[in-house]
């Protein structure tokens, strides 16, 4: 079985509608297919779906769901005849509504508010934005600009790169203990944008930052993603995680899941050949893929 968790549509910062998605998805022959817009955040942006918009995305979601739902029960329960010499092929589909929570504290919804009013098959929590002591200052890690990268290391972190790269693993850390979200998205992120010219990955400090974290994230049971995207848009050079931090998960048993951030429904399986092959020399036999019957195995 095949699919992918991590998609963004036109109710945030993706390019088409939901329903393109699930096409190019039935094309692939996926077997599940989640939705996992921005959540929304206090303050004007381009990327996340916008204030009073949460209920619209998840009606929408949830009424493709049942509509594929109801088309697979359809032709589960449909005996083709031989005799006519047609037979159709199944195109029936899981959708799940899942949301990817963009974490800062004491600015964002907490997410406990935000199950409460809605029912989420799964959450991605993930950090883009790096907040300082200062409320109004915010360091923004993602975009495709690296000096917008530069700019926040300056303007928020007076120029202390380690101080920022602390402040993001640190913010990682508080979203897996405080959120706690069902998925761990694009866990390094922090990577894209350096390119070794303020940290390299293999440094002490950085390494017994991220296995602070991925300690968290087993204690939490929580599931980690393996993110194409940095990859196939050219803005890192290896996955989200990459191939260190990718030995620690395998060796804590830390459960895995293949994502592509997709903002494209062209970009629904981009790099995941590669990837698993990847993550067959590391060791992992399988990764987990979510289904509305649960956490499945899916064999590399």
Do not use: C
């Given at each position: ?254 459960p895995i899941t293949l994502a592509s ?7 629904l399986s981009l790099f995941f050949p ?27």
């Amino acid at each position: 079985m095949t699919g992918n968790l991590h998609t963004h549509t036109n109710f945030s910062d993706g390019t088409a509608p939901p329903e393109a998605y699930i096409e190019e998805a039935k094309r692939l022959g996926f077997s599940v297919l989640g939705f996992s817009d921005h959540s929304p955040v206090p303050f004007p942006n381009t990327f996340a779906i916008p204030e009073g918009g949460l209920g619209g995305y998840v009606t929408a979601i949830q009424k493709l769901a049942s509509q594929q739902s109801a088309v697979g029960s359809l032709q589960s329960s449909s005996i083709p005849d031989p005799s006519s010499g047609i037979w159709h092929l199944a195109t029936d589909i899981e959708i799940l509504l899942g949301l990817e929570y963009d974490y800062i504290p004491g600015l964002t919804t907490p997410l406990k508010k935000l199950r409460e009013d809605y029912v989420f098959d799964y959450v991605i929590g993930s950090v883009h934005l790096v907040r300082n002591h200062r409320p109004d200052l915010l360091w923004f890690i993602d975009g495709p600009q690296s000096k917008t990268y530069d700019k926040g290391i300056r303007e928020v972190f007076g120029g202390d790169s380690k101080k920022a790269i602390t402040a993001y693993w640190r913010q990682l850390q508080e979203m897996v203990i405080v959120e706690e979200p069902d998925i761990i998205g694009h866990l390094d992120k922090i990577k894209m944008h350096n390119h070794d010219r303020y940290f390299r990955e293999d440094e002490p400090w950085y390494l017994v930052l991220a296995e602070e974290t991925l300690e968290l994230i087993r204690e939490k049971n929580a599931v980690v993603e393996v993110n194409t995207r940095g990859i196939y848009k050219q803005r890192s050079e290896s996955l989200f995680p990459g191939p260190e931090l990718l030995k620690i998960i395998h060796a804590r048993n830390i459960p895995i899941t293949l994502a592509s951030d997709a903002h494209h429904p062209d970009e629904l399986s981009l790099f995941f050949p590669e990837t698993k092959q990847l993550l067959k020399d590391v060791g992992f036999r399988y990764t987990w893929l979510l289904t509305t019957e649960g956490w499945k195995e899916s064999a590399l």
